[in-house]
């Protein structure tokens, strides 16, 4: 009776054994390849899947996520000569497990080789001013390179990028000194157009304002020609009236020019400044009579009547004689 409880126990445990080597769960993001007696054969995806017992095997297990790999940092030579400290990370993801557990040994190691030697091939054919500025250009030239060189692993490289550019600390002052120079410059340049745009304006304003001033002058012009104008229309049409009295006879129109002009004569003579006294040698009973006659004139005109005669002219200083 023990020995039958024995051998049952055996068995049951055998079993419980061969149970557990035959079933597999494969978690959520990984794959595992089966070998048949050493021999590949097939791929187990996520999920429950059942083996043949002592004949079939798990061979590798297989990260289908993407990963990241580290470029360790080294040093690289410029086209131009100049010595550069380099690293970078590199993201790829397994899309054949198959091909990634048995076309390459150390999957991670070769990549991680891979990168570093087309980052010195990528840099090196590159000066360093193109190296520090089309950062771009580099992760894209890598990314080629190195996506198509996995590609029959069974790897997709989804992207690479560089994480530090550190050039030799004489070259990092000479750029500083460099970028210092450019900014002065650029300083200088920004203000010598501030004083051209405002030269450029004060010359816009003195032009603007000698055009108003020339606008004004030339109305100040028109309006003293329109005066004159005016002036002599005037002059004119007394002229006018004057020469058609003495065309009827009126002598008292010829002693209103005279007078006029007397007038004149004796204004100008007062208004010189070098004449302190003023000399009149003039028959003042002559002035008198022709004031007379410019107002017998007046009446005339204005009366429509006959033009009276000029009264007789008298001695040197006699006042004409006025009719009631």
């Known amino acids: 009776m023990s020995l039958g409880l024995i051998v049952a126990a055996v068995f049951l445990f055998l079993a419980i054994v061969v149970a557990l080597g035959a079933i597999k769960i494969v978690p959520q993001g990984r794959e595992y390849t089966v070998e048949r007696f050493g021999r590949y054969t097939r791929t187990l995806k996520p999920g429950i899947s059942f083996l043949t017992p002592f004949v079939e095997g798990v061979g590798r297990r297989v990260n289908m996520m993407e990963q990241v790999l580290d470029v360790p940092r080294q040093e690289v030579i410029t086209k131009d000569n100049v010595t550069v400290q380099v690293d970078a990370i590199v993201f790829i993801q397994v899309m054949d497990a198959a091909a990634a557990a048995y076309r390459v040994d150390n999957l991670n190691f070769?990549?991680?080789?891979?990168?570093?030697?087309?980052?010195?091939?990528?840099?090196?054919?590159?000066?360093?001013?193109?190296?520090?500025?089309?950062?771009?250009?580099?992760?894209?030239?890598?990314?080629?390179?190195?996506?198509?060189?996995?590609?029959?692993?069974?790897?997709?490289?989804?992207?690479?990028?560089?994480?530090?550019?550190?050039?030799?600390?004489?070259?990092?002052?000479?750029?500083?000194?460099?970028?210092?120079?450019?900014?002065?410059?650029?300083?200088?340049?920004?203000?010598?157009?501030?004083?051209?745009?405002a030269a450029i304006a004060r010359a816009e304003g003195a032009k603007q304002a000698a055009i108003l001033e020339a606008e004004g002058r030339r109305e100040a012009a028109f309006r003293d020609a329109e005066a004159r104008e005016r002036e002599a229309e005037a002059e004119a049409k007394a002229t006018e009236m004057v020469s058609n009295a003495i065309a009827a006879g009126d002598v008292n129109a010829?002693?209103?020019?005279?007078?006029?002009?007397?007038?004149?004569?004796?204004?100008?003579?007062?208004?010189?400044?070098?004449?302190?006294t003023v000399i009149v040698p003039a028959e003042m009973g002559a002035l008198v009579g022709t004031v007379g006659g410019i107002g017998e004139l007046v009446k005339a005109i204005g009366g429509d009547g006959p033009a009276p005669r000029p009264p007789p002219a008298r001695g040197r200083g006699a006042v004409p004689a006025t009719g009631a």
Request: hydrophobic content about 40%; glycine content about 4%; charged content about 30%.
């Open 110 to 197: 070769a990549i991680q080789q891979l990168a570093m030697t087309n980052l010195r091939t990528v840099v090196g054919s590159m000066e360093l001013d193109e190296v520090l500025s089309q950062r771009d250009a580099i992760n894209t030239r890598l990314l080629n390179v190195i996506d198509e060189a996995t590609g029959p692993w069974g790897v997709k490289a989804a992207r690479i990028e560089i994480k530090d550019l550190q050039p030799p600390p004489d070259i990092t002052n000479a750029m500083a000194r460099q970028m210092k120079a450019e900014r002065e410059r650029r300083a200088v340049i920004t203000e010598a157009d501030g004083e051209k745009s």
């Open 254 to 276: 010829i002693n209103y020019f005279v007078a006029q002009k007397y007038v004149e004569a004796f204004a100008e003579l007062a208004r010189s400044p070098q004449q302190k």
